[in-house]
């Protein structure tokens, strides 16, 4: 069949005062109708651009320098703008990435569905309105016809991306180009919102470009994947064959770097394509070590025992008692960890698994319920000296790296604070000793002590966060979703260095992720939480094999299945 | 909804209470309103006389409680120098002011609104840069010192318009006003593009803001991605988000263009009751100057109302205290 979409050599840089970067280099694609591109790559690697250089909306410095765009045998990059407007939404569409922004928050979606359908396919009118009603219902919206009076904000995120969807459809476009449409999402309403773009390529004979980081979206729905690395599309071919045997370097480290959510092995496969990438870090004698001084200490076997554990908070406020409306966060969670193991909790955005890490950490006010670590009771005492000295030997690593490093201070700072807190160091000789030392063993090395973290990538932060948590000698480590806004090269380096830390200065953690391979690659029991209860705890082995609550065998069927397509020699 | 508007309400009046209190006990330590009325050369009986009448010779407890007592019946005292209710002369006074605030509104919003849009726009153009450098030079020039040039360029040297005081007015559809008499328009234009140049500019630069912001959003991209024209995506995209922050500073800034018209009102002698407030300063005609800042604060806590429930109603998102 011919060719919808051919792009041929492009090129597309940004011109900024420093010189020109290269975004997309060299770059060759094709789309037959009816079919699914998958375009992957980590951050930076000029995917999106792709997509934006199609429909002719990169944002200024940027600017196609060189190639074709072949769009039905027209090259698109021939066309004025006001040429331009026919092509996009009546000819391609496209899905952006969070849902929340890309509808215009103060107009109702009928409005923002009527406008695009006005314009896109000149229908008014009755209409017009007719066929926004079949939209939203072909999306799989249901009522449209009270949807159409409602506003974005009073949708959830998984039916705000169906109307986005809509409105993608709405001009009847051969090609659809979705840009990370799921990577917002929770992974049952990811499956859904795949499972609809799947169909409506089908059923309609679209060509859609799908453009993302995560391969199991693109395992889950794509016919053909390009690769692209550092601005260049470094392999394209069927889905199958470059998942099971692909011939680039590259494609094999990064799939080797997904972690896999069938069989636990002992350590990730990093990605050493990456120059630079390979950050080695010392091995701690935790003999002679002073992160080990405190070792020794003879404590108990559990580390944390938590019962009954509540936690609501006020979502509107009120004068009476009765007319206060709460969402209960957390109900009635119990389960403890051992010393030395790490314990999982698993489950969709809002299931109340952050809360109770913060309870935990004794960030939050517990409502009702104990908490206790190393025997000693915490709940809600917060100025008692002997819950200090236990909470020193509990630290967290946050989920976003941006903001849970104070961007003022330098490294050395932030490493060396709970040393000073705690007053842990002899002399402030031994002090930059130690925050050397910490940072070797994060991989960083010492020329970062003296850098602020702006300077650094989002891996090399959470490194810091790391070096951070170290720096207080603690026993307990609770990880809140550690990697989960990194790319997976980088979260397989990092997901080694805490399971090497673990080892080392046998500590306990508590691990906390949406994403269930990586629950699997790191955990020796798992809990499972939804709507602020625990459905299941179970060793991981059995939670992933057998599991016994409905909602467990739920979560684990929408887990992407990529290593069941790939070969056996990775 | 209705809740939240009592809620308010009450609000309102706990704050009336307590700026009634500050206002009443700062301003009698402030000079001595008999000095200012009787001839210095009166026998002490006199002085005694006009200050037994004026209530002035109890103590500031009594002197506010009956403030008070009067202030609950709508009385707020009569005024030391004309001997008439102080809050019926503010309300003699009110429409001039409110006439040239009004204007003065008008002139920013269909001056600044355009301008800040097109500047925001197109950012980099030679157009938004005068503009952008304009709106400073309209922020930072005083505004007694740019009425009196007015006044020299436009009325003296030039003499197309004249120089001070309120026009005639027309009656028309029940409203007194100098904007139905090509006089009154002539006596109305200087003062209210004086007053009206701090804002034309306050409003440039918000908008100038607001449409950068907003043009940056993903929902704009994703717009002109569905193929919609440019115009439309300003009329239907744009517009309705920047509203919401200009509608609200807005609403405030009429507040402060009724209360603060004071300067204006002095440099072109407009009869306005910024006017008369300062006369009242100046003579220390202390019902008037109490009457006039209760009111002030009236305006001010209604406006702020109104601001809340416009806010509600052109953001969807925005649910009021107390509503379901």
Redesign the interface.
């Known amino acids: 069949m011919a060719e919808l979409l051919e792009i041929k050599g492009l090129d597309v840089s940004f011109f900024t005062r420093l010189g020109s970067i290269c975004a997309v280099r060299n770059a060759s694609i094709t789309v037959k109708p009816g079919e699914v591109l998958g375009i992957v790559g980590e951050s930076g690697a000029g995917k999106s651009t792709i997509g934006n250089a199609i429909?002719n909306?990169i944002e200024p410095p940027g600017k196609i320098t060189n190639g074709e765009i072949l769009f039905q045998d027209k090259n698109l990059r021939t066309l004025n703008e006001n040429e331009m407007?026919?092509?996009?939404?009546?000819k391609i569409?496209?899905i952006?990435q969070?849902p929340q922004?890309?509808?215009?928050?103060?107009?109702?979606i009928g409005?923002q569905l009527l406008?695009?359908i006005n314009?896109?396919k000149e229908l008014f009118g009755k209409l017009a309105y007719q066929n926004a009603i079949d939209l939203l219902k072909s999306v799989g919206i249901e009522q449209p016809e009270a949807r159409m009076k409602a506003?974005p904000?009073q949708f959830s995120g998984g039916m705000r991306q169906r109307v986005?969807i809509a409105?993608?459809l709405?001009?009847d476009p051969d090609l659809i180009i979705a840009d990370e449409p799921t990577t917002a999402l929770d992974v049952s309403t990811q499956a859904q919102i795949l499972d609809l773009i799947k169909a409506l390529c089908v059923e309609r004979q679209l060509g859609v470009i799908i453009v993302t980081h995560d391969i199991g979206v693109v395992s889950n729905i794509a016919d053909r994947v390009a690769v692209m690395y550092g601005g260049s599309i470094v392999e394209t071919g069927g889905v199958k064959k470059i998942l099971s045997s692909p011939d680039h370097h590259y494609t094999k480290s990064l799939l080797a770097a997904v972690p896999r959510g069938d069989v636990k092995i002992k350590r990730f496969a990093a990605i050493d394509y990456i120059e630079g990438a390979a950050q080695f870090h010392k091995r701690i004698a935790v003999a002679e070590h002073w992160l080990g001084e405190r070792l020794t200490d003879k404590k108990s076997e559990i580390a944390i025992v938590i019962t009954d554990l509540n936690k609501r908070f006020v979502l509107k406020?009120a004068l009476f008692k009765q007319n206060r409306i709460y969402n209960q966060a957390v109900k009635d969670v119990s389960f403890s960890i051992k010393t030395g193991e790490t314990f999982g909790l698993v489950g969709e955005s809002g299931s109340g698994k952050s809360t109770v890490a913060r309870l935990v950490a004794g960030l939050l006010s517990i409502d009702r319920g104990s908490v206790k670590i190393f025997d000693k009771e915490i709940a809600n005492k917060p100025q008692d000296k002997q819950v200090l000295a236990v909470q020193r030997e509990l630290q967290m690593i946050f989920q976003d790296p941006f903001s849970s490093l104070n961007a003022k201070m330098s490294v050395e700072d932030i490493i060396t604070e709970p040393i000073r807190y705690y007053k842990t160091a002899k002399s402030k000789d031994e002090l930059n000793q130690i925050a050397n030392d910490l940072l070797d063993h994060v991989g960083l090395g010492k020329k970062a002590l003296y850098k602020y973290p702006h300077e650094f990538s989002g891996g090399q932060r959470q490194r810091i966060s790391i070096a951070r948590a170290l720096a207080a000698r603690p026993k307990i480590l609770i990880c809140d979703e550690p990697t989960s806004s990194l790319d997976v090269s980088v979260q397989a380096h990092i997901l080694n260095l805490l399971k090497d830390l673990q080892e080392e200065l046998k500590l306990t953690m508590l691990f906390i992720s949406h994403d269930l391979p990586v629950i699997r690659q790191m955990c020796d029991r798992v809990a499972v939480m939804r709507y602020g209860s625990i459905c299941e705890i179970a060793e991981t082995n059995d939670l992933f094999n057998t599991p016994k609550n409905a909602y467990s065998k739920h979560l684990l069927g929408l887990m992407p299945k990529i290593h069941t397509l790939l070969s056996k020699t990775i | 909804m209705l809740a939240f508007v009592i809620k308010r309400c009450i609000q309102s009046v706990v704050v009336l209470f307590v700026m009634s209190l500050i206002v009443f006990s700062m301003i009698n330590l402030v000079g001595d309103p008999v000095d200012m009325l009787v001839n210095p050369e009166s026998l002490p009986e006199e002085i005694d006389r006009v200050r037994r009448d004026f209530g002035l010779d109890q103590s500031v407890q009594v002197q506010y409680w009956k403030f008070l007592t009067g202030a609950v019946s709508g009385d707020l005292g009569n005024s030391f120098i004309f001997g008439r209710p102080a809050l019926a002369l503010i309300a003699e006074r009110f429409p001039a002011t409110l006439e040239l605030a009004t204007c003065a509104l008008i002139l920013a919003v269909s001056v600044g609104l355009p301008l800040g849009i097109y500047a925001g726009l197109n950012p980099d153009g030679w157009g938004a840069r005068i503009v952008m450098g304009g709106s400073v030079l309209g922020i930072s020039i005083p505004t007694f010192w740019l009425g009196l040039m007015m006044i020299i360029i436009f009325s003296v040297l030039l003499g197309w318009l004249p120089v001070s005081g309120r026009g005639e007015t027309e009656n028309f559809l029940g409203i007194e006003s100098s904007i139905f008499t090509v006089d009154g328009l002539r006596h109305l234009v200087l003062p209210a593009i004086n007053l009206a140049l701090f804002k034309i500019s306050m409003v440039i630069r918000l908008t100038r803001a607001g449409v950068e912001e907003v043009m940056a959003l993903d929902f704009i991209k994703f717009a002109r991605a569905r193929g919609l024209s440019s115009p439309r995506i300003i009329r239907s995209h744009l517009l309705p988000n920047i509203f919401i922050p200009i509608v609200t500073v807005l609403a405030i800034e009429f507040g402060t263009l009724i209360a603060f018209a004071t300067v204006t009102e002095s440099v072109f002698a407009w009869p306005g009751v910024g006017k008369l407030v300062i006369d009242a300063i100046v003579n220390l005609d202390r019902p008037i100057v109490v009457a006039y800042l209760l009111f002030v604060v009236t305006l001010f806590l209604v406006l702020n109302l109104i601001v809340d429930i416009i806010y509600a109603a052109i953001d969807p998102r925005v649910r009021l205290q107390g509503d379901r």
């Open positions: 429909i909306l407007l026919n092509i996009r939404g009546q569409g496209m952006f969070d922004t890309s509808l215009n928050p103060v107009r109702t409005a406008e695009t314009s896109t506003y904000h986005v409105l993608a709405a001009g406020k």
